[in-house]
C-alpha cells in the first residue's frame, strides 16, 4: 500500500534571524551605503534591509522638521517607504505628519521604542488617512544622534507581533541609520556650498569681466577726451590765428596805411588832408579794440565769470539769435547757484556748440535752453524745432556732408568727464532734444547774481 506523503506544517511566524545573519546584514549595509550619497539613497538602502531582518511587510523612516529644535510644534517628513506604493497625490498630501500624540508620534514625543501587536485597536489611534494600508502589528524606534532626537523607524505588519528581539535590532539599526543620515546630511550640505561657491565664483569672474570692460570703455573714452582736447586746443589756436589774421592783423595793416598817408601829408604841408589820415586810422584802431574784445570773450567770456551760467546761457543765446535769425529763448528752473569753473565753462561750451549746431545746420526757427537746479544736480537741455537727424550716426566722425552733426560726441565727453549723464533724442523731421545732467555734490552753491 502506498503511503502518501504528509501535508506540509503550517507556516509560523518568520524565524528571529541569528546573530551571525545580524552582524552579516549591517556589514551588508554598511558596504552598500559606503557608495551612496544622497540622504533619500542611505535611507532606501537600510529600510529594505531592516524590513527583510524583522519579516515587516512594510515601513517608513520620517525625519523631524522643526523650528527653533521645538518638536512639538514641529512635523514628521517620510522621507523613505517600503512595501506600500501610494500614488503620487497620497504621498504629496500626507508625507508630512504633525507630531500630535498618536500611537506612531509617540516614539519621537516620548523619544522611546513603541510596539503594539495590533495598532488598529490601540486606544491612541487617530485613525488613518484614505487609501492607507491597515497597520496591525507595529514597531517604532527613534533615529538619535548625539542623543538628539532626529527622527524614527516605523515596521509593521509583522505575521507575529513584535518581539523584545525585533526592538533591539531596530534600535541596531536606527544608531547606525542616524550616524550615516548625519554623514549623507552633511555631504548634501558640502555640495550645496560647493555650488554656492562655484556660483559666487562665477558671479565674482562675470562682475570682474564687466569691470574690466568698463575700464577699458573708460580708458578708450579717456584717449577720446585727450584726444579731442588736442583736436579742440588746436582747432581754437587756428580760429584764433584765422581771426587776428583776417580781423585784427588786416586793420591795423589799415591803421598803419593811414598813418603813413598822415605822416606824408603833414610832409607835404597839407595839414588838413592830415588830420583826415589820422581820424581814420583812430576809427580802424577802435576796430581793432572792438575785435580783440569780441576774441577775448569767446575764449572766456567774462560775463560767465562775472554773473554765473545763466547769465552767459542768455548773452550766448541772443548773440545766435542776432547773426542767425534763430530764436532763441533761455529759462531757468530751480534756484541757481554758482558752480565750480570747470563745471560752469563746460556746460557754457556745449549750449555754445548746440546752439551754433541749430544756427548753422538745423533748418530751425526755434531753439529752446531750459536749466534746472535742483540739490545736488544741474540740467541743461537744448532743443529745437529743426529737421532733426538719426540718433544712431551722432557718435561717428563723420564726412563734410555730415558736418551738421560734427560735436555732438565731444558734448557726450564733455559731460562724463563730470560724471554726468548725456541723452540725446531726434529723429528726422521732428526736431532734436539735448539733455546733460551734472551733479553738483560739493559745488560753492552760491547763489548766482541776476541774469
Not at 587776428?244 to 586793420?251: A, S, T
Amino acid at each position: 500500500m502506498t503511503r502518501l506523503p504528509e501535508p506540509p506544517a503550517p507556516a509560523g511566524p518568520p524565524a528571529f534571524p541569528e546573530p551571525r545573519d545580524q552582524l552579516d546584514a549591517l556589514t551588508s549595509l554598511v558596504l552598500e551605503v559606503s557608495s551612496q550619497r544622497g540622504v533619500g539613497d542611505v535611507l532606501d538602502v537600510a529600510l529594505r534591509q531592516c524590513l527583510s531582518l524583522t519579516g515587516s511587510e512594510f515601513g517608513f523612516v520620517g525625519l523631524i522638521r522643526a523650528p527653533d529644535n521645538d518638536i512639538a510644534a514641529g512635523e514628521l517628513e517620510i522621507v523613505a517607504i517600503h512595501g506600500f506604493h501610494p500614488a503620487p497625490s497620497f504621498y504629496f498630501d500626507h508625507r508630512v505628519i504633525p507630531l500630535r500624540p498618536n500611537i506612531f508620534n509617540r516614539v519621537i514625543l516620548e523619544d522611546r521604542p513603541v510596539r503594539t501587536a495590533d495598532a488598529a485597536s490601540d486606544p491612541q489611534r487617530v485613525g488613518q488617512p484614505p487609501g492607507h494600508p491597515l497597520v496591525q502589528a507595529f514597531l517604532g524606534v527613534p533615529l538619535r544622534f548625539d542623543d538628539v532626537p532626529i527622527g524614527m523607524i516605523g515596521l509593521a505588519n509583522r505575521a507575529a507581533p513584535y518581539e523584545v528581539e525585533h526592538e533591539r535590532l531596530a534600535l541596531t539599526y536606527a544608531s547606525l541609520i542616524a550616524v550615516l543620515v548625519h554623514n549623507a546630511q552633511l555631504y548634501e550640505q558640502l555640495q550645496q556650498t560647493n555650488m554656492w561657491l562655484e556660483r559666487l565664483v562665477e558671479e565674482r569672474t562675470r562682475e570682474l569681466a564687466q569691470a574690466r570692460d568698463a575700464l577699458a570703455e573708460k580708458a578708450s573714452r579717456l584717449q577720446a577726451v585727450l584726444s579731442d582736447t588736442v583736436d579742440a586746443q588746436e582747432g581754437e589756436r587756428r580760429r584764433i590765428a584765422e581771426d587776428v589774421h583776417d580781423g585784427i592783423n588786416q586793420l591795423l595793416i589799415g591803421a598803419m596805411l593811414e598813418l603813413t598817408s598822415g605822416q606824408h601829408r603833414v610832409e607835404a604841408g597839407q595839414p588838413d588832408a592830415a588830420v583826415t589820415a589820422l581820424a581814420s586810422a583812430r576809427e580802424i584802431l577802435a576796430e581793432v579794440e572792438t575785435e580783440i574784445r569780441r576774441v577775448v570773450h569767446d575764449l572766456h567770456p567774462p560775463v560767465l565769470e562775472g554773473l554765473g551760467l545763466t547769465a552767459a546761457l542768455r548773452d550766448v543765446a541772443d548773440r545766435v539769435q542776432a547773426f542767425s535769425g534763430v530764436r532763441c529763448q533761455v529759462s531757468v528752473g530751480g534756484r541757481p547757484a554758482r558752480l565750480a569753473d570747470r563745471t560752469e565753462i563746460s556746460l557754457y561750451r556745449i549750449v555754445q556748440e548746440a546752439l551754433q549746431n541749430v544756427a548753422m545746420h538745423a533748418r530751425a526757427t526755434r531753439a529752446d535752453v531750459r536749466v534746472d537746479f535742483t540739490p545736488g544736480e544741474v540740467s541743461v537741455t537744448v532743443s529745437d524745432d529743426g529737421r532733426g537727424f538719426d540718433p544712431s550716426l551722432a557718435e561717428r566722425r563723420f564726412e563734410p556732408a555730415d558736418r551738421r552733426h560734427l560735436g555732438l560726441g565731444s558734448m557726450r565727453r564733455r559731460v562724463e568727464s563730470l560724471g554726468g549723464s548725456w541723452s540725446l533724442d531726434s529723429a528726422p523731421g521732428r526736431g532734436t532734444t539735448l539733455c546733460a545732467r551734472i551733479v553738483i555734490e560739493g559745488e560753492t552753491g552760491q547763489v548766482a547774481g541776476p541774469g
